[in-house]
């Protein structure tokens, strides 16, 4: 159960009295789930969660399986100061942690919580809603992890890893149902080769009926479930001195989205005016208060395939392990909406996307009796060729009408295509050292060159009338000077660093603290309508962030209960702030300051019974925000020059409370 609300907390009393009463309990009782030792690689080598100086949710897959979870956003509702982003439905997804969140609706702005899976980088939003299946643990890392990992995690990171190949036979199978018909399956088989050599298939699909009806078309409802998944990989053991991981992923989905409830436009004051009959659709209102319902003449679609492959090698050499990661991996999506959520046709948004991407990491680590380190270079190329825009003959007309363009020939949708190219190339080091047998330093930084090129070009077009996708035919048609091609061609060198010190109490208990600075590369924006702004508003400056935190790990009653907890401050430089002028969707550099805490709480009162609480707060502020204000209005409400502002507003998805739990297996 995951409960989002304002609440008051009293946790030291309560977690004085839990662990007495969990003090007295008979020695026969037995950690459960939630409390067995996760050992997590949240720092490039295997060590427990509860010695690591970080803010860490670590999730095995058997609580995973017992918490039901079968989806990569359904992860982030046990972990406080975080949540799931949709800023456009099923065709994006981003994770929120402590106010950090990309809500940008295009897939070249890359998010500033990364995504990893199995130490591979993911950075196409649209490829980040995977099923979770055959997965040994989640790793959900809050605050700048841009020391060993480099790819923009100004806000933290969440890693996936897969169960890997084994020695011995096995696997598993599972079936389960759901309501609207929904059938999800998962399984996956161990296969040993030889003595040196393993294998493992898993899959999972995922089937069923609409949620969201559609009055329309009662045949079409939409937010359906249409989804497979498969992964392949091959382990191979020569030796005690090398591996090799062999790994390739594929998934698929193919379902009708983009589903909005319909609210009239606001009135020249902002206060919206649901009962009002919009003139630009045909007096249309909806007024039966049902959020899963309505009447939409298209039903929408997103169809999505990725792919990846991946190579990872280990060898070691006395004390010294060097290890190589080389992926690929490719991203294709169709996706396209009824915006204005009604049954007139006027306008339907869509995005595509064709991203490539290839990355090569080496790193080599070692340890002594008193230091620990690891260095390493990385390299990534990512290459993105999309496209916004919408079929949208009913806006263009009143568009038209209102912007007075050159006489042109008809068209009937905007057709925006897009290409971005990203090269990074980045060293980077850490090192633990042991000031005493309590207190170890930890010493870390990462230096980034990056380069990006982009090219945008806005397009009038006439699309065919059966048009159903941004992909179909379409004709170009000339409206001179209308908005000229834009080139962009920019280069970056940034630097991330951490220093913490880590205070070993005794066995059961951690205190931490430190400063940790990440940055996060710019970019450009790719906008539908970029008329309405001038070309200073395609590019945003790096995005630069000191992180300074305090918490505690802390394990009691012979290990029945386990409380961790976490304080921090943010200050930004050119936060990459959100927002949206006009129809389109910016990614725009202001200032931004943050502080708040997290608290953890697992226990285990009896056999069989887990209990887990979590409560996160933050406040976050970003300032001077770039916005439009409708203030010129005509006499049906429609905005004829909007002006801009500056202002200051809370970041995207980002409640002040943030609570989990408690939940009872």
Known sequence: MHLRKKSKLKGTSAIAVLAACLANMPETAKAQVFLDEIVVTATKRAESSQRVGI???????DQLEALGYSNAQQITAMAPGVSTIQPNGESNYAVAIRG?????????????????????????????GFQLFDTERVEILRGPQGTLFGRNATGGLIHFISVKPEDEFGGYASVSFGRFNRVRTEGAINMPISETAAARVSFATHQGDGYVTNRNRPDRDLNNANDAALRAQFLFTPSENFDWLLAARYGRQDIRTGFF????????????????????LGGYVDLDGDVYAGAYDFPGRNFLETWSATSTMNWRFNDLTLTSITDYQAVERDYIEDSDASPVNYFNFFLTTDAKQASQELRLSGDTEDFKWVAGVYVIDIQVDDTNGGIAQGFIDEFLGLVDPPSVGAFNGIHNPYHQSTTSYSGFGQIDYSLSERLTLTVGGRYIVEEKDFLYNDNAVLFDDEATSGNDNRTVVIVP?????????????????RAVLNFQVNDDLLIYGGWNRGVRGGGFNAPLLPGIVDASFYAYDPEVLNAFEVGVKSTFADGRLRVNAAGYYYDYQ????????????FTLNADSENYGFEVEIQASPMDGLDITFGAGYIDAQVSNVAGVNVNAVDSDGIVIA??????????????????NGPGAL
């Open 55 to 61: 803010a860490i949710t670590a999730v095995s897959g």
């Open 100 to 128: 950090a969140a990309n809500s940008d609706f295009t897939t070249n702005v890359e998010s500033p919580v990364a995504l990893y899976v199995d130490e591979t980088y993911i950075s196409q939003s649209s490829g980040s």
């Open 261 to 280: 409830e319909y609210v009239s436009a606001p009135d020249p004051t902002g206060v919206p005016q649901p009962t009002t009959p919009n003139p630009s």
């Open 481 to 497: 000077d209308l908005v000229p091609e834009f080139r962009g061609d920019e280069s970056y060198n940034m630097w991330s660093a």
């Open 574 to 585: 050119d936060f990459q702030a959100f927002s949206i002028i006009g129809l389109d969707t």
């Open 642 to 659: 909007p002006a801009f502002r500056t202002g200051d507003i809370r970041p995207v998805q980002t409640p002040e409370w943030n609570l």
